[in-house]
């Protein structure tokens, strides 16, 4: 059985609002539940669920997690997914974000602002390609109705992204123009997370994803390069996200196979 998972970045037209599009699918054969580990990355996604086996086709919503989750899977399913922008979140959704870290997985039902529609035309849909052209057009008519970031929080965003995590959130503030407490309180309301929790997610994923790209690892010369103080802090912070430590990670994120993972 394959495991397969890629990602896309959004158009120019959307970027504010979607960090990336992924597509996480699972090859056929005997139909069987196994457990999957989830792993953070400090985004809300919207996605949707496919399988054809089962006649199963849904929308729905979760992320949010500081730690790694399980989730069942099982062969022939497709998850084609968008991770909303920390800057948009709550605009999109309408609701306070931090609901997902309560709440896991919401239906889509429940933001019919954003969904109406949507499962019917993803329903069509004959690849992870056209499902990022549905995801697309319903962002953009979305967004001709309002304002859908807090341009200070996106900025906040890139600058985290830009040094994956390594930056302190003083230089944050000062660099977009808000005291430390204000860029909490809009990062808070904005995304759900602070901006430490933000950070943290994504200092972990440029780790992992620095794991999959590089096949041979020396975490003593890698740990400083990829934003740890040292190999005892990566591991550590490998643990504490995962309960796995960072040769154990490995071996479980080789089982699956990758395509493209935007940086």
Known sequence: MELFYREIN???????????????????????????????????????????????????????????????????DIFWGMRISPAACAKILQIDPAIFRKERMLEADKFPHLTTGLLEKLNDCQSFEEAIEVYEKCLQEFNNRQV?????????????????????????????????????????????????????????????????ENNQQNWANRAAEIGFADQAHLTREFVSVTKRSPNSFAK????????????
Request: glycine share 6%; charged share 25%.
């Open 252 to 263: 479980k994120v080789k089982r699956i196979k990758h395509g493209n993972l935007v940086k």
């Open 148 to 212: 859908l970031f807090d341009e200070k929080v996106a900025k906040a965003v890139e600058l985290i992204e830009q040094t994956n995590g390594e930056i302190k959130i003083a230089e944050i503030a000062e660099t977009v123009g808000l005291s430390p407490r204000q860029l909490e309180r809009r990062f808070k309301f904005s995304s759900g997370l602070s901006p430490k929790q933000f950070a943290r997610t994504r200092r972990f994923r440029a780790a992992a994803v620095d794991l999959v």
């Open 10 to 76: 959004s158009s120019i037209d959307v970027s504010r609002l979607v960090f990336s599009f992924w597509e996480f699918t699972v090859s056929a054969g005997d139909f069987r539940q196994f457990q999957h580990e989830v792993f953070p990355d400090g985004c809300v996604s919207l996605f949707y669920h496919r399988n054809e086996k089962i006649g199963l086709k849904s929308l729905a919503l979760n992320g949010l997690n500081l730690e790694s989750i399980i989730a069942p899977v099982f062969p022939n």
